[in-house]
T-cell receptor
Framework: DADVTQTPRNRITKTGKRIMLECSQT?????MYWYRQDPGLGLRLIYY???????NKGEISDGYSVSRQAQAKFSLSLESAIPNQTALYFC?????????????FGPGTRLTVL | KQEVTQIPAALSVPEGENLVLNCSFT??????LQWFRQDPGKGLTSLLL?????REQTSGRLNASLDKSSGRSTLYIAASQPGDSATYLC?????????????FGRGTSLIVHP
């Protein structure tokens, strides 16, 4: 089984709809991240969480919100989706407890907003 | 604000060539640097992580070096194979508000043709 899972893998929705993307991990990591990837723009950080009670805005948080329900779960919500939020969304995790703290990524969610 | 640049943006080479991919960053106060591989429409796979106190890391045909003072890292791929075709991304952990968060480059798209 994958260590970092994302649901759904693909989603098509309409402008104005509320959407939730979910991320779960079995790696026991305390830190979790949400990114979006657009063609030619690389990955940009939306929100990150260092533990259940520590949530921080990233570079492009406007229009998004998050919830860290447990150490293993981190959800990203689009309260009212708009077409320019069409992108590939990735969740990532890492451990703060090791100096070799590489990031591990989920498979991504492809979101299309019509 | 940390900025990460990857050159070249795209590269096409015949099988067997040795390659160098470049990653530069504007703020040398980094915690670590990580190289990833991304296949089309897929998630990111970690290749190598170099801690700020290290100069290089090796894994199989891959060697990554880090020169903090000049703000540069290189990923060397020896004896390239068609299976190496993918996009390669680097990410640096830069200081932000007392913690370190990742900043990604836009990637180098590599095609190795038989």
């Amino acid at each position: 089984d994958a260590d970092v899972t994302q649901t759904p893998r693909n989603r098509i929705t309409k402008t104005g709809k509320r959407i939730m993307l979910e991320c779960s991990q079995t790696k026991g990591h305390d830190r979790m991240y949400w990114y979006r990837q657009d063609p030619g723009l690389g990955l940009r950080l939306i929100y990150y969480s260092f533990d259940v009670k520590d949530i921080n805005k990233g570079e492009i948080s406007d229009g998004y919100s998050v919830s860290r329900q447990a150490q293993a779960k981190f959800s990203l919500s689009l309260e009212s989706a708009i077409p320019n939020q069409t992108a590939l969304y990735f969740c990532a995790t890492r451990s703060s407890g090791s100096s070799y703290n590489e990031q591990f990524f989920g498979p991504g969610t492809r979101l299309t907003v019509l | 604000k940390q900025e990460v640049t990857q050159i070249p943006a795209a590269l096409s080479v015949p099988e067997g060539e040795n390659l160098v991919l470049n990653c530069s960053f504007t703020d040398s106060a980094i915690y670590n640097l990580q190289w990833f591989r991304q296949d089309p429409g897929k998630g990111l796979t970690s290749l190598l992580l170099i801690q700020s106190s290290q100069r290089e890391q090796t894994s199989g045909r891959l060697n990554a070096s880090l020169d903090k003072s000049s703000g540069r890292s290189t990923l060397y791929i020896a004896a390239s194979q068609p299976g190496d075709s993918a996009t390669y991304l680097c990410a640096v952990d830069a200081a932000s508000g007392g913690s370190y968060i990742p900043t990604f480059g836009r990637g180098t798209s590599l095609i190795v043709h038989p």
